[in-house]
């Protein structure tokens, strides 16, 4: 971390537990996913990370079914850590659950499921009315499009949209 910081670099650290049976200690399979708050309270004071990604009921990847978010978790992680709070694998979590995230102190959200999902879509979609084409050109630039839009209605929500101009006005200090 310290010598990402010399290079001017962020350093975003990921803190969750494995399940299973770990040293003679077992956990349900649920409770073995998740962050626990006293471990990430030292783990960002030890580290210095400068954003904590912690598991509180995501996952990576598409969810067969509605993820269950643990918010007294959250609550009580957002307590103890100083260090900006970010929740991996939020593709497909309904937006209020975020909301609610963003509000128990979640500052970053990561949606690359979803956005992979566009690609897929307009990829489909594009060969499938050009089945001779083979330049990605093409469904490339239906794609920057179909992303902006997915991003512009996503940031609107959950409430961000607007915001750049605050947070460049922000990191100018």
């Not at 598991?55 to 969810?63: K, L, Q, S, V």
């Not at 102190?105 to 990561?110: A, E």
């Not at 512009?152 to 100018?172: I, M, Q, T």
């Amino acid at each position: 971390v310290a010598i990402a910081h010399v290079m001017g670099a962020s350093v975003e650290g990921e803190l969750g537990r494995i399940g299973g049976t770990e040293e003679h200690i077992s956990v349900s399979a649920r409770e073995a996913t998740m962050t626990d708050p006293e471990e990430a309270r030292c783990f960002a004071a030890a580290t210095g990370v400068d954003a904590l990604a912690i598991a509180i009921g995501t996952a990576h990847g598409r969810y067969k079914g509605t993820p269950e978010l643990d918010f007294d978790r959250l609550a009580a992680i957002d307590h103890l850590v100083p260090t900006p709070i970010v929740l991996h694998g939020s593709s497909g979590v309904p937006d209020a659950a975020i909301r609610r995230a963003v509000e128990l102190g979640v500052r970053k959200i990561n949606i690359d499921t979803d956005g992979r999902l566009v690609w897929t879509r307009v990829h489909r979609e594009y060969f499938l009315e050009h089945p001779e084409g083979f330049d990605l050109r093409g469904p490339g630039k239906i794609f920057m499009s179909e992303y902006a839009k997915f991003i512009a209605a996503k940031n609107e929500k959950l409430g961000s949209a607007g915001e750049l101009e605050k947070v460049r006005a922000f990191l100018a200090g």
